[in-house]
């Protein structure tokens, strides 16, 4: 499993100009899912998400979560997370998960990204969709449960 950890100002996902998800500061996370990826996987990785400490404190250093912030997430499904791209032009998405594996495993994350008290919004899995945020600091960070 693969994610992208974006701290965010504001963040949005729309799908045929319609807003799905909406968040006002935060984690915006782009989500990979790959064959391999187990219920053991999503669970590390909300764990790790949900506790990582990359919010200033009072003295300026990273040191609160998205949960300390009282922070949402915004969490969108990314199979172009597992492209290959060392040969050709052309990526190769052959790691990324099928849709029937990957959504489960997506909306298992979500639900353990809630249950650890954070509130969740989403894109819509499998929709091309438009994503716009404002960048905070900017932070940005890539997780894999299998590094």
């Known amino acids: 499993m693969r994610v992208v950890v974006q701290r965010s100002k504001r963040a949005a996902v729309t799908v045929c100009g319609e807003t799905v998800g909406e968040i006002q500061g935060g984690l915006v996370l782009l989500v990979g899912i790959t064959h391999e990826d187990t219920e053991a996987d999503v669970r590390w990785m909300a764990d790790k998400i949900s506790g990582l400490r990359i919010f200033e404190d009072e003295a300026g ?87």
């Open 61 to 147: 250093k990273m040191n609160r979560s998205v949960v300390d912030t009282g922070g949402s997430v915004l969490s969108v499904s990314q199979f172009t997370l597992y492209g290959d791209c060392r040969k050709g032009r052309r990526p190769n998405f052959m790691a990324a998960a099928r849709p029937e594996h990957a959504e489960s495993l997506y909306e298992a994350f979500n639900g353990a990204l809630r249950g650890a008290g954070l509130p969740v919004e989403t894109g819509r899995f499998g929709a091309m969709m438009d994503v716009s945020l404002v960048n905070d600091g900017p932070v940005t960070l890539i997780l894999d449960s299998k590094a």
